[in-house]
């Protein structure tokens, strides 16, 4: 079994359902209303560890009612919890997503995943060092990942970046990172607003490192010969929250079992595919048994 080391936030997501998407001003009636654990960094260590991984969780909570949830949770689905610290004065981060005509809008406030530091990460950096593969997304604050991903580079461990919230990313970042999945919005923003190249020709720069997911045209990456296209499976879509992470959990899960790349692209598209076919980012999540007895 691969070692999976995520290094990124922790939420507790309140998920309100609507048939309609509430304009400026506007008060609508909704349907339903869940409590739901959450976070991009936390989502993709739950996929890691469904998918088939050993998974580790490095980041922050606050001492608090949504803290201890998150705790029990990550606990309940495997991921080992052992480097998250626990924060006073300051809560745990949260996120409100309105699910609505078939996508969803969703509002991060960060707080205690800010509270990560460098000093942070040298406390885990044994840790860190052990893993097959250190996960990285942009919901801690953005010296931390710069910081953990050069470590990474410096000790040859290969490092995943889901670069979201997009940003412009600096050159040591892009370097740093083994493998880069944004989707195809945040392709452009993260190599800078005067880029003027098409997807296409950024995706030729970063040959097998650079992945694009597409939502439902699929995924697109180029093998060095060749831009590849894996398309993506029709199914019937409740939430697409937390798609995203699915698809990184189980891409990290896959390599760090030894697949090829496209391979573990196809697996990890699979994956997503089913999980936004319930409700909720890490209860929709497949496991790995469920992932090998879909057709």
Same mark, same amino acid.
């Given at each position: 079994m691969g070692k999976v080391v995520v290094v990124g936030s922790i939420n507790v997501d309140m998920v309100f359902t609507s048939k309609a998407r509430p304009k400026a001003g506007e008060t609508v009636l909704g349907e339903e209303f869940y409590i739901i654990p959450g976070g991009k960094g936390a989502n993709q260590a739950v996929a890691a560890s469904k998918l088939g991984a050993e998974s580790l969780m490095l980041g922050c909570v606050g001492n608090d009612s949504n803290g201890e949830f998150s705790l029990l949770?990550?606990?309940?689905?495997?991921?080992?919890?052992?480097?998250?610290?626990?924060?006073?004065? !300051?809560?745990?981060?949260?996120?409100? /997503?309105?699910?609505?005509?078939?996508?969803?809008s969703i509002i991060v406030i960060p707080g205690s995943n800010y509270e990560i530091t460098k000093e942070t990460i040298d406390q885990n950096k044994n840790v860190i060092l052990e893993a097959d593969i250190v996960m990285l997304q942009l919901e801690i604050p953005m010296e931390v990942a710069e910081y953990t991903a050069e470590i990474c580079k410096g000790n040859n461990v290969k490092v995943m970046l889901n670069p979201a919230p997009? !940003?412009?990313?600096?050159?040591?970042? /892009?370097?740093n990172s083994t493998y880069m999945t944004p989707n195809e919005h945040e392709l452009k923003i993260i190599f800078g607003k005067d880029n003027t190249e098409d997807a296409d020709s950024i995706i030729k720069n970063y040959p097998n490192k650079l992945i694009v997911t597409m939502g439902s045209k699929g995924v697109k990456y180029y093998d060095g010969e060749e831009i590849k296209n894996i398309p993506a499976y029709n199914v019937e879509i409740v939430d697409t929250t937390g798609a995203g992470d699915t698809f990184n959990g189980g891409l990290a899960a896959a390599l760090v079992r030894g697949e090829k790349l496209e391979e573990a692209i196809k697996f990890a598209n699979k994956a997503a595919a089913l999980s936004i076919t319930k409700l909720g980012a890490q209860s929709g999540m497949p496991t790995l048994e469920q992932l090998q007895n879909y057709c």
């Open positions: 949770n990550l606990n309940k689905m495997n991921v080992n919890t052992k480097c998250i610290q626990i924060v006073n004065d !300051v809560p745990t981060g949260v996120a409100n /997503i309105i699910v609505a005509e078939g996508d969803n997009a !940003v412009e990313l600096s050159k040591n970042l /892009i370097e």
